[in-house]
């Protein structure tokens, strides 16, 4: 059996990690802040004093990081992936990070003897306790072959979307949908309210209609009320979303919905909503406009 590595202990890693242990996976883990890797140690995970040691012990090493700057840091820094012999291993990077940085890890990996895919995901924390995301992947057929294993612990689907790169660009494409999607209904429930319309009424009118998202109902009560909880959090949206316009710079795509998003989620960012789920963009602008009807 595979000896899998994993790195990256957020919401999101955390579930992803211990679903190798109950599959029965050999498993070494790192994070960062190292009180992260306590729960799966006391499931039965090896913890790794550096990434480096993670590399030492596993045939298959999968990165879940917060973004581009953490990945380069944890495979190139001082006792990076790749400082140490890495030949003959599998890379599987699994954050959302932009195209051409995919492609620089797959590049210094190869250099390294070591093979690379790029599988961020689509799903939150919830599908990931169940093994039900779908893993977006851009890399060879022969290194998708040799991933499966592992990436079926993790997902109900794995698309395949062509060489290195391809992956991360596809994550970055559904990612803009469903950010300019929260903004759009931002934007309509403000109009509403700011027409004297109840934001519930709204809500529940739009999701019976033509203009909702298959999403949208289950995160009515989050939007209506809130919650300390949050499935993908409105800093990261933006941090997406600014890759997003790189990655649309890059390939001279103008995004103006995306940058007018962008713009939305930065504001809620600053009011104090980073940690806050990202579907609270609807509320947080729609609120500003409140009643303006009746005054």
């Known amino acids: 059996m595979q000896k899998i590595g994993f790195l990256g202990l957020g919401k999101m890693g955390a579930v992803m990690a211990l679903r190798f242990i109950e599959a029965g996976f050999p498993l070494t883990v790192w994070n960062r802040s190292a009180d992260k890797t306590e729960p799966l140690a006391a499931a039965g995970a090896n913890v790794a004093a550096t990434p480096a040691a993670v590399t030492d012990e596993a045939d298959i090493v999968i990165s879940m990081l917060r973004d581009d700057a953490a990945a380069e840091q944890v495979f190139f820094g001082h006792d990076g992936l790749l400082s140490t012999k890495a030949g003959g291993r599998l ?141 993908f959090d409105v800093a990261t949206m933006e941090k997406d979303a600014k890759s997003i316009l790189e990655t649309g710079i890059e390939f001279g795509v103008p995004m103006p919905t995306t940058s007018a998003a962008l713009a939305s989620y930065a504001s809620a960012h600053a009011a104090g909503l980073g940690e806050a789920d990202a579907v609270s963009i609807v509320r947080f602008l729609s609120d500003k406009f409140e009643s303006r009807a009746k005054e």
């Not at 040799?146 to 660009?169: D, F, K, S």
């Not at 403000?190 to 739009?206: F, H, N, Q, S």
């Not at 019976?208 to 989050?222: E, H």
């Open 91 to 231: 890379f599987i990077e699994m954050s959302t990070l932009r195209p051409v940085t995919a492609r620089a890890l797959a590049a210094r990996c190869a250099d390294s003897s070591a093979a690379f895919i790029d599988a961020p995901v689509s799903g939150t924390v919830g599908p990931a306790k169940e093994g039900k995301l779908m893993a977006l992947v851009g890399g060879s057929a022969a290194d998708l072959q040799r991933a499966q294993p592992a990436l079926e612990v993790l997902t109900r689907r794995i698309v395949h979307a062509g060489p290195v790169g391809q992956g991360a660009m596809l994550k970055l494409a559904l990612n803009l949908a469903l950010a300019v999607y929260w903004q759009s209904l931002a934007e309509a429930a403000a109009l509403g309210r700011a027409g004297g319309l109840e934001l519930a009424t709204i809500l529940d009118a739009m999701a019976d209609s033509g203009a909702a998202a298959r999403v949208l109902p289950a995160k009515i009560p989050l939007i209506l009320e809130g919650s300390d909880y949050a499935a």
